[in-house]
């Protein structure tokens, strides 16, 4: 294999079938001297982070249209961003999205840096993001690397030392490939080619254009690669949700800003610790004073632990608390949404 041969077949493949996602320019506009969008592109992949292209789509599209430049969105207040968020998960990335589009805003004229550098030195643009922004958006010959990324070096160079210690030497293996020829669709390319055809498990090697020269497939296993070390089992903790409702509405709290799902509203609850809540300790941390009765369970996976919710169900009033409607508790984070609408169907 030359890195020049794969990159003609990769790039070739591309220009014939590359994916229609709304913050992307086809091959054949940008090689036509349309060039993507630096907030659009910048939006997408801070959804796409830990989430799926279906999932994120429609918020992405929600959005651009309440949104449509950075400055809009820097101008807008943070609940309502964070509100609007709801849904996609690892809220720490909604905060960074509002301080880097201030930033961006206030500090460049609403327009973003054109170097990685630049892009760099903005609020939560870490090493992926500028180097996949200034490829697509500014086709700066910079070093993409995702997860698919990784997965595709890692077949076809056959990579034995697991992740995540191999992360360096897929790095390495990207960036040889990497020209100052069409950088940002050289990225894309790779992205659709994890997505599509090398995907994590059943990897449809028959349609791959570049198959001749993976190592991974001549061995006979390319769903093995990339190798990873066994995962830790995530601790598991307990923790009470008070669904307290006041006729129709049902109140919510503030989380802390900072910590997870920090600044988002969110049910009551106890601590989230190692053993259950027995009924007396759940009722003494409870928000109100009030005739609180068990209405079931529900379990929840975060990234670094699993959490049960015993629920706990109450009419009455509390201080300190934020009345919402019930039809509008869908902008609350999934775990308390689900918590939620397990209480309020219980309600007799």
Known sequence: MTPDTLRAQLLAWYDAGARDLPWRVGPADHAAGVRADPYRVWLSEVMLQQTTVPHATPYFLKFTARWPTVTALADEAD?????????????????????????VASGHGGVFPD?????????????????????????????????????????????????PDAKPELKRLAAALVRDDRPGDWAQALMDLGATVCRPKAPLCDRCPVSEHCAALATGAPETYPRKTAKAERPHRYGVAYVLTRGDQVALVRRPPRGLLGGMLALPTSEW???????????????????????GEVEHGFTHFTLTLQLLRAEGDAEDVIWSPR???????SVFLKAARAGLANLL
């Open 115 to 163: 170097t990685e550098e630049g892009l760099r030195g903005l609020p939560g643009l870490g090493p992926y993001t500028a180097a996949a922004v200034g490829a697509i958006a500014f086709d700066l010959p910079t070093n993409v690397v995702d997860g698919n990324v990784e997965r595709v070096m890692s077949r076809l160079f056959a990579v034995e030392q697991p992740l």
């Open 273 to 295: 610790r190692a053993a259950r809540w027995c009924n007396d300790e759940a009722i003494r941390d409870a928000p109100a004073d009030a005739a609180w009765r068990g209405v």
């Open 79 to 103: 609940g309502e961003v964070m509100a609007a968020w709801a849904g996609l998960g690892y809220y720490a990335r909604a905060r960074n999205l509002l301080a880097c589009a201030r930033a």
């Open 327 to 333: 039809r509008d508790l869908d902008a609350l984070p």
